[in-house]
């Protein structure tokens, strides 16, 4: 059962415009989101994060948008760099008996054309 | 600052070995988690533990152990190992054990293990 969910494996951008990346959820317990940047040979790279009880974050050229209504969270990036590219991954934090732990999804790779 | 460093980078075993990763968190944390990263997949939960004890398991059969250490470092062994446990292995650190202090795991760039 895939809690969390990103439906577009990748994604191409040309440099300048935006970037929207998307990740859809089931579980309603979630209380906490947040995107990751993974570059090949690392590890995931934390971006930007929300709290369910919000709708928006922003921090620099990244926002996060969550709609709780419709179980969907999506990331804007604004302007796309080449640097930009790699693959993003959506994750859903949950506290359930004491137990900590995030659910990523599938990831999305971006591709940046410069 | 150092990040959360993993060891070994790369490890190569065979059916039926056991094996032993490595982590130490960033300084001044001291929840440590474990994630498994098949190809195409995104990280998969193992274990949490908080201030050397366990506080979580994913839906991993008990072939996977892990413990912290006093200095908040941890290991994740692996036993009886298959195929199948071909994997990235990476852990994560945050400062608390719980995801209401917002406070984002960092994660370290993990150990790619190869089974034959």
């Known amino acids: 059962d895939q809690q969390v969910k990103q439906n577009s494996p990748s994604l191409s951008v040309q440099e300048g415009r935006i970037s929207i990346l998307n990740c859809d959820y089931t579980?309603?317990?979630?209380?906490?989101f947040l995107w990751y940047k993974k570059y090949p040979a690392e590890g995931p790279t934390f971006l930007i994060s929300?709290?369910?009880?919000?709708d928006k974050n922003e921090d620099g050229r990244f926002t996060v948008f969550l709609n709780k209504s419709a179980k969907h969270l999506s990331l804007h990036i604004v302007p796309s760099q080449p640097g930009d590219s790699a693959v993003y991954f959506c994750?859903?934090?949950?506290?359930?008996?004491?137990?900590?732990?995030?659910?990523f999804g599938t990831g999305t790779r971006l591709k940046v054309l410069a | 600052d150092a990040g959360v460093t993993q060891s070994p980078t790369h490890l190569i075993k065979t059916r039926g070995q056991q094996v032993t990763l490595r982590c130490s968190p960033i300084?001044?944390?001291?929840?440590v988690s474990w994630y498994q990263q098949v190809l195409g997949q995104g990280p998969q939960f193992i274990f949490q533990?908080?201030?050397?004890?366990?506080?979580g398991r994913g839906n991993f059969p008990d072939r996977f152990s892990a413990r912290q250490f006093p200095n908040y470092s941890s290991e994740l062994n692996v036993n009886a190992l298959l195929l199948g446990d071909s994997a990235l292995y990476l852990c994560?650190?945050?400062?608390?054990?719980?995801?209401?202090?917002?406070?984002?795991?960092?994660f370290g760039d993990g150990t790619r293990l190869s089974i034959l």
């Open positions: 994560a650190s945050s400062v608390l054990g719980d995801a209401h202090s917002n406070q984002p795991q960092h």
């Open positions: 994750a859903a934090s949950v506290t359930t008996s004491g137990t900590y732990k995030y659910i």
């Open positions: 929300i709290s369910s009880i919000k």
């Open positions: 300084s001044g944390h001291k929840s």
């Open positions: 533990y908080y201030e050397k004890e366990e506080r």
């Open positions: 579980n309603s317990m979630f209380d906490y």
